[in-house]
């Protein structure tokens, strides 16, 4: 597999991951790769898995993702920017590239609501275009969805072939003077960006025109892929109306250009409920009744839900998108599912964030509901012993790109 890496002139080729969004790194690539993680999706598994497996090839990868100073547990009252100074000094062997604003610093989510999300995209673009690409020198760039979508059309005009992976269909919009306001010279690439309307001029388009993202990084691209071949052949054959017109029709030149492939994601290795550090107690195929049970009563008992092994419980791990994931229709059923007067009636555990977060827990309140229903933010390890612990994974989805919580929970 090692051979498979080509070289580029007598050495490995240098690789750019930019993500928004990572569950971990290769203990050799620095310093900080144990106290790095921001997730909010299948694409912080994926982008991981692909990092590790490339650095695990011998390839030189590089990462570039936002300083998510909160999430990586960085105690901020002490970073002062000369301690952050020496404390980079340490690393200089280091291939992990943190893109520095003050956007990224307090958040406690990688997405939070479309105005704020395209302000810490237009902020990640920026340091990665001024100064991680100039640092780097990357002989391939692989970009991951609208956040990463103007990156593909500067790698146009450099020569930097761009990988872009569609994790989703979601896009923003932004036009070229509020690109430009956030410190990227838009007019060095413009022509390669898409626009809500074919631009006359860049003088003529610059304030009217928006520039849509998730299509740009489409178009500009020299390569994509999605994230499992259904959902490519579902786009090109218009199965979905959610997916925009502008993205099919660009995924589609693409797929008829040969430059366009569906490869199927996988969870990671470390969802082995065999080694699985998350669980109460780790199982085998052999094991596994004893073990699911302590861990149901484990869960049960954390999240202050009636402990009883014969109850069936509901796990819901899925991002709370009204748009995709089907959320409205738990929130519609679960209160006729679970307060049956019977003590064997369902629980449901939720371990997800997103818009319809709060609804669920109105419901939940007004229905008298907490012994039987517990719904908390996202959090990995409570995901990870939810899976280990019960007996049904919910996933009432309208499309799924590829769908990696039913792989999990058949493990």
Known sequence: MRDSVKSFSGRQPRILVATPEITYLPHGMGNMADRLRAKAGGMADVSAALVAALFDMGADVHVALPHYRRMFHVDVANLISEELRLYKSKLPES???????????????????????????????????????????PDIIHCNDWMTGLIPAMGRRLGIPCLLTVHN???????????????????????????????????????????DLLTSGIFAAHFINTVSPSFLRE?????????????????????????????????????????????????????????????????????????????????????????????????????????????????????????YRQRLVEIVSSAGLGKKVAIRDFDESLQRLGYAAADFVLMPSSFEPCGLPQMIGCI
């Open 95 to 137: 291939r992990i590239h943190l893109a520095e604003d003050r956007v990224f610093y307090y958040r406690d989510t990688v997405y939070s609501g479309q105005d704020a999300d395209l302000k810490v995209a237009l902020a990640f673009q920026r340091e990665i275009i001024n100064n991680i690409v100039p640092t780097v020198k």
């Open 169 to 211: 269909i979601h896009t923003c919009h932004a036009t070229l003077a509020a690109i430009e306001d956030r410190g990227i010279d838009a007019a060095e690439f413009w022509r390669f960006l898409y626009f809500s309307r074919m631009p006359s001029s860049y003088e003529e388009t610059r304030e009217s025109n928006p520039v």
């Open 235 to 355: 786009i090109i054959e218009g199965r979905h109306n959610m997916v925009p017109p502008q993205v099919r029709h660009e995924i589609a030149q693409k797929f008829h250009a040969g430059c366009a492939l569906g490869i199927l994601n996988a969870p990671d290795s470390s969802y082995d409920p065999q080694s699985d550090r998350a669980l109460i107690e780790r199982y085998s195929a052999a094991s596994h009744h004893t073990a699911k049970a302590r861990n149901k009563a484990a869960l049960q008992k954390r999240l202050g839900l009636t402990v009883n092994e014969h109850a069936p419980l509901f796990l819901w791990p899925s991002r709370l998108d009204p748009v995709q994931k089907g959320c409205q229709l738990l929130g519609d059923v679960l209160p006729a599912v679970v307060s049956a007067a019977d003590r064997n009636s369902p629980q449901v555990v939720v371990v997800a964030s997103g818009a």
